[in-house]
């Protein structure tokens, strides 16, 4: 975005008049909006005050177990959909 500014001072310097005038104002007015919404975005965003936790947050593991224990198995059904499943309803706190 720095670099938007300093093309646009450039232009601004070098069009000390005549014709080439009207060119820079237009520019100027051309890249008022993507640096507003580049203001706002790093404002409001607080890009540089987020917390990356990845990076950030030191955790550690310890002895991590798990088991699954498998129950049964169902072959030559004919229908993609599960009888009697609960995946449409929402459930109660």
Request: glycine letters at 12%; hydrophobic letters at 40%; a positive charge.
């Amino acid at each position: 975005m720095t670099g938007a500014v300093v093309l646009a001072a450039d232009v601004l310097a070098s069009s000390g008049g005549g014709d080439g005038s009207g060119k820079a104002i237009l520019l100027a007015l051309l890249l008022a909006g993507p640096l507003f919404y580049g203001w706002v975005h790093l404002r409001y965003r607080n890009t540089d005050k987020r917390h990356h936790h990845e990076s950030e947050t030191r955790s550690q593991m310890l002895d991590v177990q798990a088991q699954d224990t498998h129950i049964g198995s169902r072959t030559g059904l004919t229908s993609a959909r599960m009888k009697g499943a609960n995946s449409r309803k929402v459930r109660a706190p």
